[in-house]
């Protein structure tokens, strides 16, 4: 069974930085696609960024060039650094582990971004 746990949102102005984490447990992670999606008030939860086994990186292009993804496998963890965040950026966060046909969801984390 696979737990995914994320840590480091909060509340940013906007212009500032954070930097997401997510601590996955089990044996797969490293034969895994990681993703982050997010989730705003009254809309569909969204594809932000994913990062394959071979390193190979993804992201939607409202955040290219502002979000970066990373991962070490060293450690189980995903990354997520965001950078030059706005309002629109608001939402929970959440981190996804994608093994064959598995999914697999950690409980979200609120990142706020005050105009």
């Known amino acids: 069974q696979v737990q995914l746990v994320e840590s480091g949102g909060g509340l940013v102005q906007a212009g500032g930085s954070l930097r997401l984490s997510c601590a996955a447990s089990g044996t797969i992670f490293s034969i895994s696609t990681m993703g982050w999606y997010r989730q705003a008030p009254g809309k569909q939860r969204e594809l932000v960024a994913t990062?394959?086994?071979?390193?190979?990186?993804n992201y939607v292009d409202s955040v290219k060039s502002r979000f970066t993804i990373s991962r070490d496998n060293t450690k189980n963890t995903v990354y997520l650094q965001m950078n030059s965040l706005k309002p629109e950026d608001t939402a929970v966060y959440y981190c996804?582990?994608?093994?064959?046909?598995?999914?697999?969801w950690g409980q979200g984390t609120q990142v706020t971004v005050s105009s």
């Open positions: 990062i394959t086994r071979s390193g190979s990186t």
């Open positions: 996804n582990l994608k093994f064959i046909t598995n999914n697999y």
